[in-house]
């Protein structure tokens, strides 16, 4: 089956401009979890749904972030008024909650967002 | 306060030989722990991952330890194959939550 996609795959904006980032999880998965990876670095939360329900998005560092998934499966991570320190690699991940208490998440490829 | 650490930003190892990574946590709350192989302009593809009710799990070359009182973790790899270099990422979760990452480990299998 398909696994997370991602689009677009990169993007260049201008300071200023408004972007928004596309995920499309695996059909049936539950959970889906946003995140965000600097240079060098290893992903950082930014934002957790349940189906429709967004319960955690402690991470989103300025309320610039906004993120919805409103039929509960494709969700949006939508970034105003860019600015150069948002420039990142944002990851999208799925996932069910396996009866054994197992949570793997899987990944999308990403879009590397660059603000110029 | 960095709760996943990974103190190792690289290992070089020879081909057939066992690579051997490293993770420390701080966090009490993790209770699932997960292994991650990433290639540059992809998504971290997930390896293999271990609950805090065990202390190992083993899948194929691929078995990663728990030793929950040293709230540390390990991925060996056996034997190291040329196809396995790549950075490794470990994660920790709480209840399903989501994952707290290491900053990587750069794994190069010399041939």
């Known amino acids: 089956g398909a696994g997370v996609s991602q689009s677009p795959r990169y993007k260049v904006a201008k300071r200023g401009q408004d972007v928004a980032l596309r995920c499309d999880p695996i059909s049936g998965h539950v959970s889906l979890f946003w995140y965000q990876q600097a240079l060098g670095q290893g992903p950082e939360f930014l934002t957790y749904?349940?189906?429709?329900?967004?319960?955690?998005k402690s991470g989103l560092p300025s309320d610039r972030f906004f993120a919805e998934r409103p039929e509960g499966s494709v969700s949006t991570l939508k970034i105003q008024r860019t600015q150069q320190e948002d420039s990142a690699v944002y990851l999208c991940?799925?996932?069910?909650?396996?009866?054994?208490?197992?949570?793997?998440?899987?990944f999308g490829p990403g879009t590397r967002l660059t603000v110029t | 306060d960095q709760q996943v650490k990974q103190n190792s930003p690289s290992l070089s190892v020879q081909e057939g030989r066992i690579s051997i990574l490293n993770c420390d946590y701080t966090n009490s709350m993790f209770d699932y722990f997960l292994w991650y192989k990433k290639y540059p302009a992809e998504g971290p593809t997930f390896l293999i991952s271990i609950s805090s009710i065990k202390d190992k799990n083993e899948d194929g070359r691929f078995t990663v330890f728990l030793n929950k009182s040293a709230k540390h973790l390990s991925l060996h790899i056996v034997p190291s194959q040329p196809g396995d270099s790549a950075v490794y990422f470990c994660a920790a979760s709480p209840f399903g939550r989501q994952l707290t990452f290491g900053s990587g480990t750069q794994l190069t299998v010399l041939p």
């Open positions: 749904f349940q189906n429709e329900a967004q319960l955690d």
């Open positions: 991940a799925s996932s069910q909650i396996g009866l054994a208490g197992d949570y793997e998440q899987y």
